[in-house]
């Protein structure tokens, strides 16, 4: 049996991927910072249409950045470990599912500096196991993309806490059918070390 070649919308999702991942690693502005060494540490919680989220994870910053007259670009490696609570088998039973991922996030802070407002947006990759379910919605794949859109704060001594509200979207981007996806709405808690 033939394969059908990948949907056309899939290429600028996998180009768009690989070109972060050409993008410096972390950090190397503190010398004393071994490059393992995370810059900040995160609780997030989400809510979707029938589940609900908590995660925690660590981040590396990137050397790499790009100030333009409106504002500055930078970015980092997320890696995060999460657990999902679905309504799947009614109200007495719940689904549950363990997320792990890895994102490279591109961050905005407009007007320059590194505190302050910031946009964000990202896409990695996400192992879902086992496959996530509820009462509505059956995911084909354990491997799934999660990309993301985000406003927040950097605020305090040092830029050392983060407020975000983010939107986050799952599927597995067509790889294989069904492929409903889920949108969760999340708040995330950062802080800087």
């Not at 394969?3 to 010398?31: I, N, Q």
Request: proline residues 6%; glycine residues 12%; positive net charge.
């Amino acid at each position: 049996m033939k394969k059908s070649p990948a949907p056309a919308f899939l290429r600028p999702v996998v180009l768009t991927f690989c070109g972060l991942l050409l993008l410096p690693g972390p950090a190397s502005a503190e010398a004393a910072r071994p490059w393992w060494q995370p810059t900040s540490a995160f609780v997030q919680a989400g809510a979707a249409e029938h589940a609900n989220a908590a995660v925690l994870g660590l981040t590396w910053d990137w050397s790499w950045r790009r100030d333009l007259g409106w504002g500055r670009f930078t970015g980092y490696w997320e890696v995060s470990f999460g657990r999902w609570a679905s309504d799947a088998g009614g109200s007495s039973a719940h689904a549950w599912v363990t997320q792990v991922g890895i994102t490279p996030v591109l961050r905005l802070y407009p007007g320059g500096g590194d505190t302050g407002w910031f946009g964000e947006l990202g896409i990695g990759a996400n192992l879902l196991l086992p496959i996530y379910r509820s009462d509505d919605k059956r995911f084909s794949t354990t491997f799934n993309f999660g990309d993301h859109l985000a406003v927040g704060r950097r605020f305090g001594e040092r830029g050392a806490h983060e407020v975000t509200l983010r939107l986050q979207h799952f599927s597995n981007a067509g790889i294989k059918e069904p492929n409903p996806g889920e949108d969760f709405l999340q708040l995330r808690y950062g802080y800087r070390f």
